[in-house]
């Protein structure tokens, strides 16, 4: 797959992926360059120098920040540099001025040696010309975009966002702005998708609340796709049952259709992956915690690799995501054969941060916002038991 | 202080901070309503049922998704319900389709009694009318968005985000697009602190790259904060000696002006947090390695706040912030009196993550991509020694 490319301006470079290895065009610094205020002199010419024997130099010269360096030194010769200047010709360190004295006229006593190199970076010591910078399918960074500033890159080639359409289906559910009648629900899932396929790097677009109508959802599917969507993100009808539309419109969407139908994670058991064509079309479950912890879990990672970020890019692997310590306040129990994410509120007592497993029936509003992380059981565990420290990974992070 | 508010799409709220508590307008769910597929029922009209003992029921209605239950159930009827159904006047409880078998014409025998309020979510279980389901404070995810969808808010009251003025000072610094002549290095920390400042939920105005002149510096910091800047940060300058104009630009800029002048910080000891009128101001170190973790560690956390947001209504304390574990790769030794942050390379080896620290001469670009985040070394402690396993916080995490 091709993936679109496009220019973007440094300062809205951050959280974009770099579309092509990035190298150095020239040296950097481009010019030798002191670390310090103080004398640029020859090395040599300072060896042996102490407090009791100080070695003396004529001030021949003054660097100032951002001019070239005038005129050259000789032997027992300095130049005054100050922190970030271009080292004049002949001198190979600087002497910090907190190791000389003014001596009279024009003279200096320098009372510590300093070697060849010191306080010095060197042309090309920190970037040299060929070098690659930053790789293809890295996630910038503010560091990243500095390392770019640096390098006087104006505009960054990233990949173009990855445009991922959100469709809802159910009978029962009304689209926001629609007052719901008796019997039926507002849309939860197709604005908390849409919020959490932005935060993922992605441009989201919302493509409204279906029937569940095998002819009406596989048209607004075929719509999204040739409008551009790089990804189709359906929620409700992806149980196996009957009414549960969704692998059958996958399947009718295009080649191969759906290829992984039900996952060993709870929740999300229901949970498809498909291909129609080159475009990935994910079915999560209709409730609406399931579907976000689902997405937190498995369509983030997918959707940023479809975004063009690379594994082997990024400072960390997708198993060891950012996390909190937090001691469990109940019991959790899993069930072997699968992964399970129990969705936690974190509460701080006395400075000490708590993980209180959110209960209550499934599908309620008010768990949704009491919800502040997930603590993964793996698969091989029974579970947690009280008081023991578990990680909680945060929303979003 | 106002701090101005504005009216957001649901669809943009990701991220956004909520300027009012948000209160239930009424009752969810709006009517009983069924979590599973079955029938509902009079609980007691079940009770005693076992497999050798059925209960029997005529099926006098069926309850289809998105409609009112029309008709009420009496003694010994029942009604086929689909799972978000709304229960029918009189039923109480609903008997999952498991535990129910077909028995002849319009007749189903019940297996297992259910109690009163069983696979039921009652009208208001969820959210009661007045109740305060997100706090004024708030930084909104994808489950808040979900929760505020369900109530039908079409926009979202949410605080403007605060207008950012990026400067940096230097003599020897070139704006972005502008050839470094000799001596003259390119702004690193403008772009950078400008895309930090954008993944901090602010909006970045780069005001430009100006030399060491008092008035100059003046004037900017005066023109930014004349057109809405909500907060101004100068990077460079902020040390102590005779060239450090931003202590005195800060002074002359409003009362109180400098409120503190270095940190007890390592690096970012030559920090500068001031207040000209209403507005705050910021000195960072010219060194952008220093700058961007200054940011990371004191600046962050204050334009979140200057945002909006509270720490009452966000989960985690700004002192537990999510972290990976990693095993230090060398010793780290920290003087005492001040707080250290080291940054570390995370690298992976048969599997396990180590934490590199990233050392070299301060000022190396190349050691700004290298770096993946940081180790705190507090105040009290010497340091780690090689081996210990460490809290790496990420950038931007």
């Given at each position: 797959m091709e993936r679109p490319q496009e220019a973007c301006d440094i300062f809205s470079a951050a959280g974009r992926v770099?579309?092509?290895?990035?190298?150095?065009?020239?040296?950097?610094?481009?010019?030798?360059?002191?670390?310090?205020?103080?004398?640029?002199?020859?090395?040599?010419?300072?060896?042996?120098?102490?407090?009791?024997?100080?070695?003396?130099?004529?001030?021949t010269g003054e660097?100032?920040?951002?001019q070239l360096a005038e005129g050259s030194i000789q032997a027992g010769q300095a130049f005054l540099m100050p922190t970030g200047g271009m080292l004049p010709d002949g001198a190979d360190a600087v002497v910090m001025v907190e190791y000389t004295e003014a001596f009279g006229e024009g003279t200096v006593a320098v009372v510590k040696d300093v070697a060849p190199g010191e306080n010095?970076?060197?042309?090309?010591?920190d970037l040299l010309e060929g070098e690659v910078l930053l790789q293809q399918g890295r996630r910038l960074n503010a560091h990243d975009v500095g390392a770019l500033a640096a390098l006087g890159t104006a505009a960054v080639p990233v990949f173009r966002?990855?445009?991922?359409?959100?469709?809802?289906?159910?009978?029962?559910?009304?689209?926001?702005?629609?007052?719901?009648?008796?019997?039926?629900?507002?849309d939860i899932n197709g604005p908390a998708l849409?919020?959490?396929?932005?935060?993922?790097?992605?441009?989201?677009?919302?493509?409204?609340?279906?029937?569940?109508?095998?002819?009406?959802?596989l048209e607004a599917c075929r719509h999204e796709i040739g409008?551009?969507?790089?990804?189709?993100?359906?929620?409700?009808?992806?149980?196996?049952?009957?009414?549960?539309?969704?692998p059958k419109v996958f399947d009718a969407l295009g080649k191969p259709g759906v290829v992984i139908h039900g996952l060993a994670l709870r929740p999300g058991k229901p949970t498809i992956l498909g291909l129609a064509g080159g475009t990935p079309v994910f079915g999560l479950p209709g409730h609406p915690a399931s579907a976000l912890v689902?997405?937190?879990?498995?369509?983030?990672?997918?959707?940023?690799?479809?975004?063009?970020?690379?594994?082997?890019?990024?400072?960390?692997?997708?198993?060891?995501?950012?996390?909190?310590?937090?001691?469990?306040?109940?019991?959790?129990?899993?069930?072997?054969?699968?992964?399970?994410?129990?969705?936690?509120?974190?509460?701080?007592?006395?400075?000490?941060?708590?993980?209180?497993?959110?209960?209550?029936?499934?599908?309620?509003?008010?768990?949704?916002?009491?919800a502040d992380g997930l603590v993964r059981i793996p698969e091989e565990s029974g579970g947690f038991e009280?008081?023991?420290?578990?990680?909680?990974?945060?929303?979003?992070s």
């Open positions: 770099l579309a092509r290895d990035l190298a150095v065009e020239s040296d950097v610094p481009s010019f030798d360059r002191s670390t310090v205020d103080g004398y640029a002199v020859r090395a040599k010419d300072t060896f042996g120098a102490t407090e009791s024997a100080p070695a003396l130099f004529q001030v660097v100032r920040m951002g010095v970076i060197r042309r090309g010591e966002q990855p445009l991922v359409s959100v469709i809802s289906t159910g009978n029962e559910i009304v689209a926001p702005g629609v007052e719901p009648g008796p019997g039926q629900v507002r849409v919020a959490a396929v932005s935060m993922s790097g992605c441009r989201a677009r919302f493509a409204g609340v279906y029937n569940d109508d095998f002819d009406m959802l409008a551009g969507a790089s990804a189709v993100i359906l929620s409700g009808g992806s149980s196996v049952g009957p009414a549960d539309l969704t689902v997405f937190e879990i498995v369509i983030k990672p997918l959707l940023r690799a479809l975004g063009g970020e690379s594994p082997g890019a990024v400072a960390v692997p997708a198993q060891k995501q950012p996390s909190v310590k937090a001691v469990l306040e109940r019991n959790l129990s899993s069930g072997p054969g699968r992964e399970e994410h129990v969705r936690v509120r974190l509460v701080t007592r006395d400075g000490k941060l708590f993980a209180r497993p959110v209960l209550g029936k499934s599908g309620l509003i008010s768990t949704l916002v009491r009280a008081g023991e420290v578990v990680d909680v990974y945060l929303w979003g």
